[in-house]
């Protein structure tokens, strides 16, 4: 027994190696790409990109909180459904059904008064729920598969919210929609004060509360114990009595249901208050994919993911002083992600290189 | 209705190119859901080329060299997704999107580095007024060989010798053994991680080759998005059920609703049902694939041993 827990735990600590070198291998490979444009700026531009975010102290990790809060849930939501074997590409379009909802609700049912915030912030919980359902439902019974599903339901929920923005809440002006007033956004329980002049949002906290919550139903009760067996073994846990496809469908109402809490943080914080009329999507229902995986699935490293993501988002920002795109941050994103599928050869291979090191301190 | 068709020809043919890019790879055993990034790096390569060669040599040929590097370029990417997926025994969906993730990222950056904007402008030149005799066929001559480009002759040829190399040459035989019964490749002697290797590569090639074929026709400029068509392409793929010869038609039918979303102002018959907002014509091409999915019945006749690594001492 006492070797069974200890092989598991190593086998945690391997994963939590190989991510760590995952992150090197891709800053490092970033720091390559920067040499090749203009040698002479990449390393001031590297540096500085390193330590932007502890700069000015609190209030450079205020930004960087804000950067990370949308997608810690939607890396939330991705790594959830992970848990139970999904790959919800969907997140991004999740996250725009619920922030549609929260900017709809908080720009028109101000008759709730101070609790308009709470109201819009279930509302997109809940509509992100329901946009998740759809390809559960099919996954479940029709055998689609869902990251053909959750990518087309992106392209939908993205032209479906350009047009019930223009034919609701549209400011045709700036082709947008209307902002959600001051007194609608989500409030900052005091963040602020600690983190002051930043773009410090309330957000976070829910985003906190929705990582307990998660690692609560994982790890404490029936419903997680019976989400992660059917991502282990589907037939095991169907021949156990689990209802496989009911709780396919559970999975991905969850995951839309943080991603659309997603949706509320970014649109309902202080800086952001209104949904661009756009072709594009939201990169940050994307990064949620990046963030499951570096976290290990797991919310705990979920959420120190996100906040190293929005650390390097905050870095980005600093390159164009040394005339380069901030694009190089998302090239390193997607070369961490790159490496981290490398993860079991690297684990080993920083096992062998710890365990030498050690033999090498005790002699 | 020639118009319709046309454009109808413009859009599928890319998706038909990287479908069959995606087929080569899925049929051996790797899931390749990184076709979206591999569209936008090869397209991103051959453009960048048009771009610094603009003014100095013209003509047809310039275009055969941008397919040329464009399929090159996805190849070296593709190589990232085989070294990692079959020497490396990588989860295949996690290296793929992350090629999907670094593609877009590094498109944008280079040409923020090269041009003042995000976009690499090229010179619209390459449209063929119209082949001599060719022409002349009554219905099939209008509609490709008038103002039309050679990606989609080369995307035709492209998709013809793919269907004899999977049908009936002994590569495209030791290609579906790869994917369904590994093990039994490797004991009749060939070696599964090359075949792999092979077929990941062509892939690649194929996806970049969409990717150019996908803006030279409907573009005067590079942006880092190819609007879904490498994920649409893998709906057409599902859809297929992993056959090449379907994969034209289904081809065809996005490719139709992709035209419907883009040019419904200007048809006729569309044109009085003018309540609709053009953002669900736009919705067409997505709905539709959810929908013919849903309802296409029996088990999914994926290969069967898609996505797992190959390992020689699992037999």
């Given amino acids: ?25 891709g800053l490092l490979f970033g720091l390559i790409i920067l040499i090749v444009i203009d040698p002479s700026q990449a390393f001031p531009a590297f540096n500085s990109m390193l330590f932007a975010g502890f700069r000015r102290g609190l209030s450079s990790f205020g930004n960087v909180i804000f950067f990370a ?3 810690v849930l939607t890396g939330l939501s991705v790594g959830f459904a992970f848990k139970t074997g999904l790959f919800n590409i969907g997140a991004t379009g999740q996250l725009l059904i619920g922030g549609f909802v929260a900017v709809y609700i908080g720009v028109t049912m101000t008759f709730f008064g101070p609790f308009t915030w709470v109201i819009a912030v279930i509302a997109a919980g809940i509509f992100g729920a329901l946009w998740g359902i759809i390809p559960g439902i099919l996954k479940a019974y029709k055998g689609v598969h869902e990251v053909v599903t959750t990518i087309m339901m992106n392209y939908i929920a993205l032209y479906l919210v350009n047009y019930f923005v223009k034919s609701s809440i549209y400011d045709g002006l700036n082709n947008r929609s209307l902002p959600v007033p001051r007194a609608n956004i989500i409030p900052k329980f005091g963040l602020d004060v600690i983190f002051s002049h930043s773009n410090i949002q309330g957000g976070f906290l829910i985003a906190i509360i929705a990582m307990l919550i998660i690692y609560f139903i994982l790890n404490k009760t029936v419903l997680g114990f019976e989400l992660k067996a059917v ?3 589907k037939d095991a846990s169907k021949y156990a009595g689990i209802n496989d496809k009911r709780r396919t469908i559970h999975a991905m109402m969850i995951a839309g249901a943080l991603a659309g809490l997603a949706g509320a943080s970014m649109y309902l914080s202080d800086s952001f208050t209104y949904i661009n009329v756009q072709d594009s999507m939201p990169t940050q229902g994307f990064m949620g994919i990046s963030v499951a995986l570096l976290g290990l699935k797991d919310p705990i490293g979920i959420l120190l993911a996100g906040l190293f993501f929005g650390y390097l988002q905050v870095g980005g920002q600093n390159m164009q002083l040394y005339g380069f795109a901030p694009q190089v941050i998302d090239v390193m994103t997607g070369m961490i992600v790159y490496f981290s599928a490398l993860s079991l050869i690297f684990a080993k291979f920083a096992i062998r290189f710890f365990r030498l090191r050690n033999e090498g301190d005790d002699a | 209705m020639i118009f319709l068709l046309q454009q109808m ?14 087929l080569f790879s899925e049929k051996s055993g790797v899931v390749n859901i990184a076709l979206e990034g591999l569209m936008i790096f090869g397209a991103f390569c051959g453009i960048l080329f048009l771009f610094f060669i603009e003014g100095r040599i013209d003509g047809q040929f310039v275009l055969v060299l941008a397919m040329i590097i464009a399929s090159a370029g996805g190849m070296l990417l593709g190589l990232m997704h085989a070294y990692a997926s079959v020497s490396m025994k990588a ?3 996690i290296s793929g999107m992350a090629l999907n993730i670094i593609a877009p990222a590094l498109a944008v950056f280079v040409a923020r580095q090269v041009t003042p904007s995000e976009l690499i402008p090229f010179r619209q030149r390459f449209v063929i007024r119209e082949v001599p005799i060719l022409s002349d066929i009554p219905i099939i001559g209008p509609i490709l060989f008038e103002r039309a480009y050679i990606t989609t002759y080369v995307a035709l040829t492209v998709f013809v010798i793919a269907l004899i190399v999977v049908r009936s040459t002994r590569f495209g035989l030791r ?8 093990h039994s490749l490797e004991s009749s002697g060939v070696s599964v991680q090359k075949v792999r290797y ?29 609007s879904g068509y490498g994920f649409l392409a893998i709906a057409v793929l599902v859809f297929s059920k992993w056959n090449i010869k379907r ?26 049902l003018d309540f609709i907002p053009s953002e669900f014509y736009k919705m067409l091409p997505y709905v539709a694939t959810i929908i013919v999915l849903s309802f296409s019945r029996g088990a999914s006749p994926a290969p069967s041993a898609i996505g797992i690594p190959y390992d020689v001492s699992e037999r």
């Fill in chain 2, 9 to 22: 020809l413009f859009f599928s043919m890319p998706l038909l190119v990287v479908a069959v890019g995606g």
């Fill in chain 2, 198 to 226: 092979t077929s990941v590569l062509i892939s690649g090639a194929l996806a970049g080759l969409g990717g150019i074929v996908f803006f030279i026709p409907t573009s005067g400029e590079f942006s880092a998005q190819v």
């Fill in chain 1, 1 to 25: 027994m006492k070797k069974i827990l200890y092989s598991l735990r190593s086998h945690k600590l391997l994963q939590v190696y190989s991510a760590l070198i995952a992150i090197v291998a």
């Fill in chain 2, 175 to 182: 290609l579906r053994a790869s994917g369904e019964h590994p």
């Fill in chain 2, 91 to 93: 989860n295949q969906a």
């Fill in chain 2, 247 to 272: 994969i034209i038609w289904i081809s065809f039918f996005f490719g139709l609703m992709q035209t419907i979303a883009a040019t419904h102002s200007s048809l006729v018959y569309v044109r009085d």
């Fill in chain 1, 231 to 233: 991502g282990y073994n």
């Fill in chain 1, 69 to 71: 809060t949308p997608i």
